[in-house]
């Protein structure tokens, strides 16, 4: 895992490129802690920071240029059939310096262009540079594991792992005023956009290529639609498993110490009874909270570490140890992002960093196999007709009943009321409603002045185009190009780079994700069951409850936190002297959301996320703008 960056001037390269490079450099050093490296040819700089995983040597240093010198690459993530890829380019007569995986990436590019990304098995981020052409080519993986940003104008092409990478080069900071208001309904900023005009996200599957002033993007992998109804269900489960294996199997290939993420719920259960099957005494990690029981689900994660035989660790934590994290967790945001369980994977990551440097997580699964509350409403929506205008019809009853997160009534309270909104709704508005925190209108109301609905609408338009007819998996592959890579992933990512850990996701090899969205729905929900195929090819190897249990989210007590601890914050940043002079916020719209917690305890709705989300965006634009 490691750290890029990059810049093509246009005209001759300025005096300041050098200095700003180095200055970008340093804003990725976590991802990077080991080396750094800068490799310049005509107008184009090269950056890396390495976080040595495979090759720790000095022969595997970064930009790596191969022997002619002609092509040089900078590379973030892991080729995880590298050594098979080496093999077949041995057999053309190639040689090869290192023992890396970098290596054999440049010998394939530079044989195949970019064709050869089809046979790459992991994931990535990458740029190669070739001083004949003068081209540069930046790819990101098919499913949007690694980041990547880049930043254009009339002098100068940019590019970079994080944003702030790039502001630290001296781009201009304008809002972005629709990506907020996105923001303001998802909690995160799903690309191509972020929160600064000009700077866009790579695109999951996409690759550019800048050559004489010609900024081109173009896709390279697209996820496959057709689904096999031919396949008998036993021989589904056997295929899957199959490919699960060797997916795990691949990724504990590492020459520095590796473990696995453990939270006792199926998804990470799975890949821990994988991995323990090969190695022996592998190292597990959970976290829980010693003040928060309804949040904790270590004595899950603690049965299954001594079912599988591994060395597992758990971290009891205080509401102060997580506030006392706050600070690093939101100085690390490039932009912001608002899924408030990053707090927790940051506390995770931190203290699994301390024994491991390699951890393998299950996140994919969900989004695959159908395993989010929403999947199980929308599967019973399109079943069961009748339950959608049975809520509709019991919605003000419901209406005097106060929803929460905070607690298992509550949220259950939460559930139905949402269940009833999207009743209503056609499957697009459907989808886009319960992917959200809260609703369009109320994300208009929160922004002063705002008068760009026809672009928010285009924008949510075109982040939800597979869903054109009535068939479920275009609800999972929506997920799967929207909430997977700028939600969950993007939280995986940069919690554990601020860490210096490297994560694997088994999940997301592409030989399992293209088998599993080829599956009937019927093989991953039904009446009774989510992700019925998991529990299935996989229930042999673990306890029963793990299966059976109800699910749990990777949740923090918010809404107490704000109640409590995070007041003061709230007061700093949300009063009515800063909101009036800032001049993006209604400021009697944010007093009417804050005065839900506080008058009822729970607030209307998702107060405490929707809380959260400016609370983020107000210390990243303090930190960016207001100096």
């Known amino acids: 895992m490691c750290g890029i960056t990059g810049a093509v001037y246009f005209n001759e390269l300025p005096a300041q490129a050098g200095p700003l490079l180095r200055k970008s450099l340093q804003t990725l050093s976590a991802r990077g802690p080991d080396d750094e490296g800068v490799f310049g040819h005509g107008n184009t700089l090269l950056g890396h920071r390495r976080l040595s995983i495979i090759d720790v040597s000095e022969k595997a240093h970064q930009p790596f240029s191969d022997s002619s010198g002609r092509y040089t690459i900078i590379f973030n993530g892991e080729i995880f059939n590298f050594r098979e890829l080496r093999a077949l380019l041995e057999n053309q007569g190639i040689s090869f310096r290192s023992n890396s995986d970098t290596e054999v990436l440049l010998e394939l590019f530079i044989r195949e262009g970019i064709s050869c990304l089809s046979k790459l098995n992991g994931f990535f981020a990458f740029a190669v540079h070739d001083q004949s052409s003068g081209e540069v080519t930046i790819v990101r993986d098919r499913y949007g594991v690694k980041p990547l ?61 800048v050559r004489d ?132 994977v940051y506390i995770l990551s931190k203290e699994t960093r301390k024994h491991v440097t390699v951890s393998l997580s299950g996140d994919g699964s969900d989004e695959l196999f159908g395993g989010y509350n929403k999947h199980r409403a929308e599967w019973i929506m399109r079943k069961y007709g009748w339950m959608g205008v049975l809520s509709r019809t019991t919605s003000p009853l419901l209406a005097s009943f106060k929803g929460s997160r905070q607690s298992r009534h509550g949220n259950l309270i939460r559930q139905l009321h949402r269940f009833a909104e999207g009743a209503g709704m056609d499957a697009g508005e459907r989808y886009w409603r319960w992917c959200s925190i809260t609703t369009f209108g109320h994300a208009s109301a929160l922004l002063k002045d705002y008068h760009e609905n026809a672009i928010s609408l285009d924008r949510i338009e075109s982040l939800t185009t597979e869903i054109k007819t009535n068939n479920f998996n275009e609800i999972l592959r929506n997920d799967l190009r929207l909430v997977l890579p700028y939600d969950m992933l993007a939280k995986v990512d940069l919690m554990s780079m601020a860490n210096s850990l490297e994560v694997r996701t088994p999940f997301l090899d592409v030989e399992v994700v293209e088998a599993a969205v080829s599956f009937p729905v019927h093989f991953k929900i039904n009446k009774k069951q989510q992700k019925r195929i998991l529990a299935d090819s996989f229930g042999h190897l673990l306890p029963e409850e793990v299966f059976t249990r109800r699910k749990q989210g990777f949740e923090v007590p918010l809404l107490r936190w704000l109640q409590t601890d995070l007041k003061p914050m709230l007061d700093e940043y949300l009063g009515p002297a800063f909101i009036e002079e800032q001049k993006i916020f209604n400021f009697q719209e944010v007093n009417r959301l804050r005065k839900s917690i506080e008058s009822n305890g729970t607030g209307e709705g998702e107060a405490a996320a929707r809380l959260w989300a400016l609370v983020v965006f107000q210390h990243w634009w303090i930190k960016n703008f207001a100096q």
Request: hydrophobic share 40%; with cysteine.
């Open 149 to 209: 940003y880049y930043y254009t104008d009339t002098n100068r092409f940019l590019f970079a792992s994080e944003v702030k990478a790039l502001t630290a080069m001296g781009i201009p900071l304008e809002l972005d005023r629709t990506t907020l208001h996105l923001y303001l309904q998802l909690n995160y900023v799903p690309g191509p956009w972020s929160m600064l005009q000009h700077v866009k996200q790579v695109p999951p599957g996409h690759y550019i290529t």
């Open 213 to 344: 002033r010609q900024i081109k993007l173009q896709k390279w992998y697209e996820l496959p639609t057709t689904e096999n109804h031919e396949i008998a269900y036993e021989e589904a489960c056997k295929l899957l498993y199959e490919k699960l294996s060797a997916s795990v199997s691949r990724r504990l290939i590492s020459d520095v110490p590796l473990g696995a993420f453990l939270s006792g719920g199926v998804d990470s259960s799975v890949i821990v009874a994988l991995a323990a099957k090969e190695t022996k005494g592998l190292h597990t990690f959970s976290i829980g909270y010693a003040d928060e029981p309804s949040f904790d689900e270590t004595r899950f994660a603690r049965k299954v570490a001594a079912h599988c035989g591994t060395n597992h660790r758990e971290f009891l934590l205080k509401s102060s140890d997580l506030m006392a994290a706050l600070p690093e967790v939101l100085d690390y945001f490039g932009e912001p992002f608002a899924d408030s369980s990053a707090l927790a």
